[in-house]
């Protein structure tokens, strides 16, 4: 209703979602999408050159017709010593503020304006509302997020009543909720959907099985929308069975890039190529990455947003490994696809071969159903699988996925059962690789991984 006391910003929410509309609707064709994003790109430059005192310096004599590949790249280290010198607007200009989380480090100001806000949920609103038109008019979305100074509740709520969903914001992690009246609340709206990490709905499934509950039949889940952590298609599959719903990626962003990626009604991410414009760099020599036969490239993404609010970033690293799809015939968004597949610094060397987070846990759980919890565990001489829930030594899956693990990585699989505990839960304020990855190898931790460990463990002692 904001929009109604300031009617520029009107007029840029109905050009936003005409814009969307037709991207949906296919009427985006190359030329006017390479029209668009050089037109934004030079606004951009221009806008925060001008406005960060940051990119001023930065940006400082970059002449106007210059090779956009000659401007420098932004990274998390630039946004931890620069602070509040990153922003292109002053903070009483802005209409709220976030943080990331600073369980690793000093947490970076995040702080949004109108036409931040704007721009991002606009792409949420198309893209979500292909997602939720499968599902009838008759539902409660429950949301469920980190922290009071993190975007997932406003974000989630300001996109849900833009499709006409009822919304209740559910923090289980938080002393006056918890999960028992977390539970309750699911049961008793009834809950329809629910944006949480894929943390959190194994989380839950398991204080439900805990309380006597079953997740499928005790229930009213239809859909997870699941963001934050490593999500991959086998964990989606997991959850979905757990639950009796369908588990979708539901978004790939951060606090300080925003949104990068959301899904379609098919279950892909996509791309928001009238928001953002995307590189795929290798992360070693920082040159473009290369298309396969197929079109896809693999490779740390790099972004610059296309709209000038309070930080609009510039060749930003997100430190982040992806695999990027050309757009495909029929798909949900007429847009390039995306597979987040970790952190660059999370992939991992096992026999010589490299895998990244997203291929490892793929792997592992493609043929397994029904645990609550998993934890991998790497040792010498194999890799170890630790599962928690209704998998018994005697299922099929476990089978394949041992004869899966010695034909992609050359190791056995040893697989036990228990609980790992709390440690799991801390995926997206720490890493999925502190939280679901025990590296027992000789000198394989780096310093960075010890702090993440230990971060890790603190987090999980405190939610104990």
Not at 98 to 106: D, F, K, P, S
């Amino acid at each position: 209703m904001f929009t109604v006391y300031h009617p520029e910003l009107a007029d840029l929410a109905r050009s936003l979602s005409e814009q969307h509309r037709d991207l949906l609707a296919g009427r985006w064709d190359a030329d006017r999408l390479a029209e668009h994003q050089a037109e934004r790109l030079r606004a951009t430059l221009a806008y925060a050159g001008r406005r960060s005192p940051f990119y001023r310096a930065r940006l400082d004599g970059l002449a106007e017709g210059d090779d956009f590949a000659s401007v420098p790249f932004t990274t998390k280290q630039d946004l931890r010593d620069a602070g509040m010198d990153m922003l292109s607007r002053p903070m009483h200009e802005a209409w709220i503020f976030y943080e990331t989380t600073g369980t690793t480090g000093i947490s970076t100001p995040c702080p949004r304006d109108n036409v931040d806000t704007l721009h991002n949920n606009s792409v949420l609103t198309a893209y979500y509302g292909t997602v939720f038109d499968q599902y009838g008019d008759r539902q409660v979305i429950g949301v469920s997020g980190p922290s009071e100074l993190h975007a997932t509740g406003d974000t989630f709520g300001d996109v849900c009543r833009n499709l006409g969903l009822a919304v209740a914001k559910m923090w289980p992690h938080s002393p006056m909720i918890g999960f028992d009246r977390a539970l309750e609340v699911m049961r008793l709206l009834p809950i329809t959907g629910l944006f949480c990490t894929p943390g959190m709905a194994l989380s839950l499934a398991k204080k439900a099985v805990e309380a006597g509950l079953d997740p499928r039949a005790d229930f009213s889940l239809d859909v997870f929308m699941l963001t934050g952590e490593l999500a991959s298609p086998s964990l989606l599959a997991n959850i979905g069975e757990l639950w009796g719903a369908r588990a979708y990626n539901a978004l790939y962003a951060s606090q300080e890039a925003s949104v990068l990626a959301a899904a379609g009604a098919d279950g892909a991410l996509y791309t928001a190529p009238l928001i953002n414009y995307y590189e795929v760099i290798d992360p070693e020599t920082t040159l473009p990455a290369q298309p396969g036969p197929d079109g896809v490239r693999q490779g740390e993404l790099v972004i610059t947003n296309l709209y000038q609010g309070a930080k609009p970033l510039i060749r930003y690293r997100t430190g982040d490994m992806v695999r990027m799809s050309p757009a495909a015939p029929g798909a949900s968004v007429p847009a390039s696809r995306v597979e987040v597949l970790g952190r660059v610094g999370d992939q991992l060397e096992i026999n010589g071969r490299r895998i990244t987070g997203y291929d490892l846990e793929d792997l592992l759980l493609r043929h397994i159903r029904g645990y609550l919890d998993y934890q991998i565990v790497l040792a010498d001489e194999h890799i170890g699988l630790l599962l928690h829930g209704e998998v018994g030594p005697d299922d099929p899956g476990l089978l394949l996925a041992g004869e899966e693990c010695r034909d992609r990585l050359g190791a056995e699989l040893v697989v036990s059962f228990g609980d790992p505990g709390a440690i799991t839960s801390t995926g997206a304020m720490v890493s999925w690789k502190a939280a679901r990855v025990v590296d027992r190898r000789s000198g394989r931790l780096g310093a960075r991984d010890e702090r993440e460990a230990q971060a890790a463990h603190a987090l999980a002692a405190r939610r104990r």
